[in-house]
Nanobody, 122 residues
Framework: QVQLMESGGGLVQAGGSLRLSCAASGSIFSINEWGWYRKAPGKQRDLVAIITGGGTTNYADSVRGRFTVSRDNAKNTVYLQMNNLKPEDTAVYYC????????????????WGQGTQVTVSS
């Protein structure tokens, strides 16, 4: 059983910053890749940023240069630092983890967080 718990969402004015966190707990051997996604009202869920096990990152064009994803492997936690926020960043943000479960199975599976609301006012 694995749980992903997100925190850090809220209401901020345009130009402001927020830092999202997502901590994984449970029967985890390791986490290969983390992803942050977001879903705005009436839109599909889109990828925002990913970070691989080796620390390679990639970003959606709309957030590149403003958002930074990082991870703390010892804490099984991923972060999303969001700077210079814009009203169009308003969405529910979800974390995703590509997990290898603990022994003996070492099964690989994905897990989603519950989502955290980010609202940017103009």
């Amino acid at each position: 059983q694995v749980q992903l718990m997100e925190s850090g969402g809220g209401l901020v004015q345009a130009g402001g910053s927020l830092r999202l966190s997502c901590a994984a707990s449970g029967s985890i051997f390791s986490i290969n890749e983390w992803g942050w996604y977001r879903k705005a009202p009436g839109k599909q869920r889109d990828l925002v940023a990913i970070i691989t096990g080796g620390g390679t990152t990639n970003y959606a064009d709309s957030v590149r240069g403003r958002f930074t994803v990082s991870r703390d492997n010892a804490k099984n936690t991923v972060y999303l630092q969001m700077n210079n926020l814009k009203p169009e960043d308003t969405a529910v943000y979800y974390c995703y983890a590509d997990i290898i479960g603990s022994s003996p199975s070492l099964a690989s599976f994905g897990s989603w967080g519950q989502g955290t609301q980010v609202t940017v006012s103009s």
